[in-house]
């Protein structure tokens, strides 16, 4: 696999981290999903059909996911911009410091190249860390599925991959997981008039 693939996996990653607007935030998913499934039929190349199957799936992720990401922006626009999402600097140090920690302190787990071992474990860790940094819940929704990237690019650099079930089983996980985050990111604008979380730590019997 490239340097180049690997560098457009990582920068995506951060970018989500410190991007302002959740539109922007999709789309550099979305672009992880279509390298990596550009990556796959093209290591596939008429001999692996698991390998077809896995870009096939990645592609169609890159395209059905985001559509329903934007379909829960579209729903709750922002009136302004929140105030736990002002300091980017503070939140890429935070992701930076966790991922960093946890490439170190990962055993190696026995793929071929270290440099996409070590790519594959920092989206992982990038994608919780966004997760735990963001409070709007599409960005939150937006940090699973970098960490779900991080294991496809796992996947397509073990001699035989996931085998297709566990890979298209994580497909409907992830459907499921944003269908619920869009619900529920429309019924915390509903009542609060914006998806920041972190409001809900204000809230009391």
Not at 37 to 56: D, H, P, R, Y
Not at 72 to 82: A, D, K, N
Not at 88 to 110: D, E, K, Q, S
């Amino acid at each position: 696999m490239s340097h180049a693939v690997l560098w457009v996996l990582t920068i995506s990653a951060l970018a989500v981290v410190v991007v302002r607007r959740r539109s922007v935030a999709i789309a550099l998913v979305a672009l992880q999903s279509l390298v990596l499934g550009i990556q796959a039929i093209s290591q596939a190349a008429g001999t692996s059909t698991a390998l077809l199957v896995a870009g096939i799936v990645l592609l169609a992720k890159a395209i059905v996911l985001p559509v329903l990401l934007g379909l829960i922006v579209l729903r709750t626009r922002e009136p302004g911009r929140m105030a736990s999402e002002r300091h980017p600097l503070a939140r890429l140090m935070v992701a930076l410091a966790i991922a960093l920690a946890v490439v170190t302190l990962m055993p190696r787990f026995g793929l071929t190249h270290a440099d996409v071992e070590d790519t594959a474990v920092g989206l992982v860790a990038l994608g919780l860390a966004i997760a735990v940094v963001r409070r709007p819940t599409v960005f939150q929704a937006c940090g699973f599925l970098v960490a779900e990237n991080g294991l496809y690019l796992a996947a397509l650099s073990v001699p035989r991959g996931f085998p297709v079930f566990i890979e298209l089983g994580l497909v409907f996980d992830l459907v499921v997981v944003i269908s619920v985050a869009g619900a529920f990111s429309a019924r915390i604008h509903g009542e609060l008039g914006t998806g920041d979380t972190s409001l809900l730590g204000g809230l009391r019997d």
